[in-house]
């Protein structure tokens, strides 16, 4: 067991961030389920905790915990919902590194998701069917990043061509263009607001590649503002382990002085009375002395 976390945590700190944001949604997906399982052998509910990380719609709620716009795009209702937005990220993503900087993966996974959830509150808050809907309306799930992905990649490089079982060769712009035609026609069939966020990380990863072939880099900032939010970690770590070496240093050299004041009654005692004069200890201490 400790050689498989060994490896996995090999495996995370080496890897390519794509493959850091599959591990981050499948543990995610494994911690909830495993806190399931406990929830119903002891009797206790986990839907609180789950509630502060999915994204509300309702203004009040999503005011008083910000942090869904992240949190909710590294959650899944189920395995299958899991598999199917891994495989896609996979896919997308292998694809998006051939041609674009890994940062640019990861702002447009996190600003994709971000835009979809955005989507997702507007809509719950301003078309009048979904209103009624309002109070439980919650989102989750990395479908809208995802999406963002394969958007950006397909507008990026649409007549780039893979080869589907039972299809054959399709471009990447058709594959686009059916996916979000699919989300669009399947908004009154069910799984409304996930859909409509959907069509949020579309319409990012669109936008955010037509800026980027004007020279306008959307990725930027983000990834800036998270290397220093990732030094400001490693500074706080630098200082304390400066301060810890420091604090060692003091006793270093408060015991050698302690050894010095020692061998210094030890030779005042040979000039006085001799090498013979000395103690068992005192030799010892000597001897020691002698050998540094």
Do not use: C
Request: glycine content about 8%; overall charge positive; aromatic content about 14%.
């Amino acid at each position: 067991m400790d050689n498989i976390l060994n490896n996995l945590k090999h495996e995370f700190k080496k890897g390519t961030i794509l493959s850091k944001l599959i591990y981050i949604n499948v543990g995610m997906f494994l911690l909830f389920s495993i806190l399931g399982v406990l929830s119903f052998m002891f009797q206790f509910d986990i839907s609180p905790l789950l509630n502060k990380l999915y994204l509300p719609a309702e203004n009040s709620r999503l005011i008083s915990q910000p942090w869904t716009f992240i949190t909710y795009m590294f959650l899944h209702s189920g395995f299958m919902h899991l598999l199917f937005n891994m495989l896609w990220l996979h896919f997308g993503g292998k694809i998006f590194l051939q041609y674009l900087h890994p940062k640019q993966l990861l702002s447009t996974y996190i600003l994709g998701g971000i835009s979809g959830g955005l989507l997702f509150v507007i809509a719950y808050n301003y078309i009048p069917s979904l209103q009624g809907y309002l109070d439980g309306a919650q989102a989750l799930g990395a479908s809208a990043s995802v999406l963002a992905i394969i958007v950006s990649i397909s507008t990026y490089t649409p007549n780039y061509s893979v080869q589907l079982p039972f299809i054959g060769f399709v471009k990447l712009k058709h594959i686009a263009i059916f996916t979000v035609a699919l989300d669009i026609i399947s908004i009154p069939k069910g799984n409304t607001g996930g859909h409509i966020a959907h069509i949020g990380g579309a319409i990012f990863g669109y936008i955010y590649i037509k800026q980027l072939q004007k020279g306008n880099d959307f990725s930027i900032g983000f990834s800036n503002f998270f290397e220093r939010l990732v030094n400001t970690f490693k500074n706080k770590s630098k200082l304390k382990t400066v301060h810890k070496r420091a604090k060692t240093d003091y006793e270093f050299n408060s015991g050698k002085s302690a050894q010095q004041k020692e061998i210094d009654k030890v030779l005042e005692k040979i000039s006085k009375s001799g090498y013979e004069s000395l103690s068992k200890e005192e030799k010892a201490t000597l001897f020691s002395a002698s050998k540094k």
